[in-house]
Each structure stands twice: as structure tokens, then as C-alpha cells.
């Protein structure tokens, strides 16, 4: 019995992205899933589980809850569940429960906090090293530090007034009585500035590599972290900072408005708030992935043969759909092409007969001038042939008719549907005021095709990274070891209990040691 008594309560922690794993030793989970946590001893990997599996993870994908502890409810509906077992069931009924007022303010606290510490971090990058890298012009141009910082110093500004608004809400006093949702929602526009910042973080992360490569540099950086008298984490690990902060905006707010009442005057306003952060996240997302697609329409441009008029990138963004269809001509005759969908045109081209998957550039469709009109099976008369599965584009600026068949019914309705598509996603854009920045543009209109040159695999483990609530932490893990090997041959008993073997591993180092 004392045994049950003694037992620690294990911490709770939040997944803010997915660990996949295929090492034994490591445990996987999804975001959102919550974690036991039972050894914290090495800041890099902690040891958790969920039901019956557990192992280790690295502590960069968690949250730790603000509450540790259950409040009646939670216990009764966990108990209910039976997700609940016999010994925590004692262990929790020999101590005091916490009130949902005690719960709502823990996580206040916590939101408060996490909000100074986060504004005190921004502020070391911005003093401690933007402003010591425009001292030294011979080593950092403006677009150097543009590449590196991002939009850092607008984020900064940004986080101060929020800081400011949540204090000035902030009920010292009575914490649980802390109405901040209205914050939230009133400074809800501006948290999309993040959107530069992840677009940018990949990009931020490759400079870096190259130079660190540099003694010059990397004694540079290390400089500027003592001067600042900031705590000893790699410039890699503070510029990390606003991507992981706008993931665990959500969590946070879901916490709070699960112990706020529904009678307290701040529910509405939080249950709302929460939303609008989470299509703030989407809205990121969406933004990244874009960003992302640039690179590749450019990358496919190159390689389609004759190209003639504009480029892509210069009013498109994204590929939607593509397939093969037959195009018939003014003449009647028919002619197999593929049709390629994206954001306000149509590209069309002709199949190499020699050149294995290479194309040859035909010709475009504007789709904000464009008409598209589906046809029933028949003889189509302006063009005089009999079609089925068909439908015709009606360019109204050109009073250009073209008439378009497939295989297939089934075909013929993916592409009306893609049609659709894209008008609803260029609406969109248009809501959300989404544009392509020049520079970007041009970066991706004038990169070199990259080659791929296969890499033999190496010792340790393959880490698969998995989809992520937000595409862009792909390319945050592609700055994680690609390989790491945990302790090998070493038990979760050993990590707590043995032979003070600590092993240690940060998110942008090559690899994880013994120490």
C-alpha cells in the first residue's frame, strides 16, 4: 500500500508535432496526443507512454500541461472510461483535487508566463545579434540578415503590444477571473506575420549551415550569445522560437477554455478566439505549402520545351490538377494533350514522342476570363464531331472556343470538379490577401534545377517524418538528424537509475552523444 502512496504522479505533456519512429526504443504519437512523462533527467530525451507503450521522445515536440493534476470532473469522467486504473485511482483519492478555478488559473499563469519568456528570448535575437550583425557590414549585407532573422524584429514589436494587452487584462488577484480571449481576437490580424517568418525559416536554417562552416562566423554568434548573457542554446534553437510559438497558441487556448465556465464572461470570447488561432494556423499552413509549390512550377517550366509568353510564377502559384484529354481543333481534328490546372490558367502540351516524359509548350487558357460549359453526349455542332464526355472553355476575352473530351464520365467530372477548385481557391486568395513577394518569385524563377544524388544510408535509425499539423515543420525537421541513433542496448531502468550515462541532442546538431 505505501508503495501505491509513494508512487510520483507522471507529467503530462501535449504533442505539438508527430514523432514517427521505427526504433524500438522511441515512442511514437500523433500531435495532439497526450503524454505521460516519466523521466526528465536529459533536457533533449525524455522518457513517456501512452497506454502500454512507452519510450523515449525528444522534448522539443511536447508542451507540458499547466495542469498536472485532474480536477473532480476529469477524474469521475476518467474513471467512467476506464481510463483510469486501480492504483492511480488510490494515488489520486489520498490527495486533494483541484477546483476548476485553481485549473483555469495555473494555465493563465502559465499563458502569461510563456508569453514573457517568449518576448524576453525574441528580444536577446533582435539586440544581441541582428543589431551586432549590422555592425560588422563585411560580414552580413542586409540580404544576408534578411535571409537569417527574417521578419524577427516585426515579430518582436508584435509580441510586446500582445504582451502588453495580456497584462493589462491579467487579473493579478484573482487569475481565474482573467478575461483574455478579447486579446486574442483583437490581435488576431496581426499573428498572419508569422507566415513570412515560417515561409522564411528553411531558408534561414541553410544559411546558417553554410556559416557555421566558417570559424569567423560561428565564433561570431557564440560571441554574441555571452554578451547578451543568454542561456546556452544555439542561434538555430532561438530562431526555432516563433514556429514552435504559433503552434502552441491553439493548445493553450484549448486548455484555458476547457477550465473556464460557461457563465464566465471571457467563454464566448475564448471559444471564438480559439477558432479564429486555428485558421490563423491553417492560414500558415496554406501559405507555406504555397510557398513550397512555387519552387516546383518553377522547377517544371524549365523542363517543358518551346515555352513561349509569360512565366508561370507571374500569376500562378499552385499546380491543381493535371491529366491527359483530347483537344479538338478548329479543323475538327483531334489532338491528345496534357492539360495542366493551375491558379488562373491552363497550360497544354504535347507528349515528346521520343523524350520520355518531356513536353513541348502548345499553348495557355486564361481562367479568369474563361467559361466553362459541360456538354452532353452528342454531335457537337460548331466544331461538327461527335464527342462524349466532354466540355468546352469559352475564353471571352479572345472569343476563343476550345472543346475538350476524355476517356471517361469519371474523368470528365474530376475535371469539372478541378475547374471549381480553382475558382474557389482564387476567391480565396483574394479574401486572404495572399500574394507572392517579388523576391521570392524571382528566387524561384532564377534557381538552378537541382540534381539528386542518392546518399548510402548510414548507421542508426531512418527517422520518417510523417504529415505535420503544418507543412513547413518538414522542413524544421529536415534540420534534425536525418539518422539518430539512440542509446543502443540501453533500458528505460538504466536512463533513470544507472551509471549517470546522460546523452544529450539539440534539433540542428549532427548528431547525439554520450557525455
Known amino acids: 500500500m505505501e508503495e501505491i502512496f509513494e508512487e510520483e504522479s507522471p507529467t503530462c505533456a501535449e504533442a505539438l508535432w508527430d514523432h514517427v519512429t521505427l526504433d524500438t526504443e522511441e515512442l511514437g ?37 499547466a495542469n498536472q493534476e485532474h480536477t473532480a ?4 469522467q476518467r474513471m467512467k472510461e476506464g481510463s483510469l486504473g486501480a492504483k492511480a485511482a488510490l494515488r489520486r483519492h489520498s490527495r486533494s483535487f483541484l477546483s476548476k478555478d485553481q485549473a483555469r488559473t495555473n494555465v493563465v499563469n502559465e499563458i502569461m508566463s510563456a508569453e514573457k519568456d517568449y518576448v524576453k528570448h525574441i528580444k536577446d535575437v533582435v539586440e544581441g545579434y541582428i543589431r551586432q550583425a549590422r555592425k560588422r557590414p563585411e560580414m552580413f549585407s542586409e540580404d544576408r540578415i534578411a535571409t537569417i532573422f527574417g521578419n524577427m524584429e516585426e515579430i518582436y514589436c508584435f509580441a510586446n503590444r500582445f504582451l502588453h494587452q495580456l497584462e493589462i487584462c491579467y487579473n493579478s488577484n484573482l487569475p481565474h477571473l482573467s478575461e483574455i480571449g478579447n486579446t486574442f481576437l483583437e490581435q488576431s490580424k496581426g499573428f498572419e506575420i508569422y507566415s513570412e517568418y515560417c515561409n522564411n525559416h528553411p531558408l534561414a536554417c541553410e544559411e546558417l549551415k553554410e556559416l557555421q562552416r566558417n570559424k569567423k562566423y560561428k565564433h561570431f554568434f557564440e560571441a554574441c550569445r555571452l554578451l547578451q548573457q543568454m542561456i546556452e542554446i544555439p542561434l538555430e534553437g532561438f530562431l526555432l522560437t516563433p514556429v514552435q510559438k504559433i503552434c502552441k497558441y491553439p493548445l493553450q487556448l484549448a486548455e484555458l477554455l476547457k477550465y473556464t465556465h460557461r457563465e464566465h464572461r471571457d467563454y464566448a470570447k475564448l471559444q471564438t478566439a480559439l477558432a479564429t488561432m486555428r485558421k490563423i494556423a491553417m492560414l500558415i499552413n496554406e501559405r507555406k505549402r504555397r510557398m513550397e509549390s512555387i519552387e516546383k512550377i518553377a522547377a517544371w517550366q524549365k523542363n517543358v520545351e518551346d515555352w513561349e509568353g509569360a512565366h508561370l510564377l507571374e500569376r500562378s502559384s499552385e499546380l491543381i490538377y493535371s491529366g491527359e484529354v483530347t483537344k479538338v481543333n478548329s479543323n475538327g481534328w483531334s489532338q491528345e494533350r496534357m492539360f495542366f490546372l493551375f491558379d488562373h490558367q491552363i497550360v497544354y502540351c504535347k507528349k515528346d514522342l521520343l523524350k520520355r516524359d518531356v513536353f513541348c509548350y502548345r499553348g495557355r487558357i486564361d481562367l479568369d476570363h474563361c467559361d466553362v460549359i459541360p456538354l452532353e453526349d452528342g454531335k457537337d455542332n460548331q466544331f461538327n464531331v461527335t464527342v462524349k464526355h466532354a466540355w468546352k472553355l469559352h475564353d471571352t476575352v479572345r472569343e476563343k472556343w476550345f472543346l475538350i473530351h476524355t476517356r471517361t464520365d469519371s474523368d470528365r467530372e474530376h475535371w469539372l470538379q478541378a475547374f471549381q477548385d480553382e475558382r474557389r481557391r482564387v476567391q480565396e486568395d483574394k479574401e486572404n490577401d495572399f500574394t507572392i513577394p517579388d523576391h521570392v518569385r524571382q528566387t524561384a524563377m532564377n534557381m538552378k534545377p537541382k540534381k539528386f544524388h542518392p546518399v548510402k544510408p548510414g548507421p542508426g535509425i531512418q527517422r520518417k517524418i510523417s504529415q505535420m499539423p503544418f507543412p513547413y515543420q518538414h522542413e524544421i525537421m529536415n534540420n534534425v538528424p536525418t539518422r539518430v541513433a539512440l542509446p543502443r542496448g540501453v533500458s528505460r531502468n538504466e536512463a533513470v537509475d544507472g551509471d549517470n550515462k546522460k546523452w544529450t541532442w539539440l534539433p540542428f546538431r549532427n548528431r547525439k552523444s554520450k557525455r
Open 73 to 76: 470532473e476529469e477524474f469521475v
Open 29 to 65: 504519437f500523433r500531435a495532439g496526443d497526450v503524454i505521460e512523462v516519466t523521466d526528465m533527467n536529459n533536457k533533449d530525451w525524455w522518457w513517456g507512454s501512452m497506454g502500454d507503450q512507452g519510450g523515449w521522445f525528444p522534448a522539443v515536440f511536447v508542451r507540458l500541461r
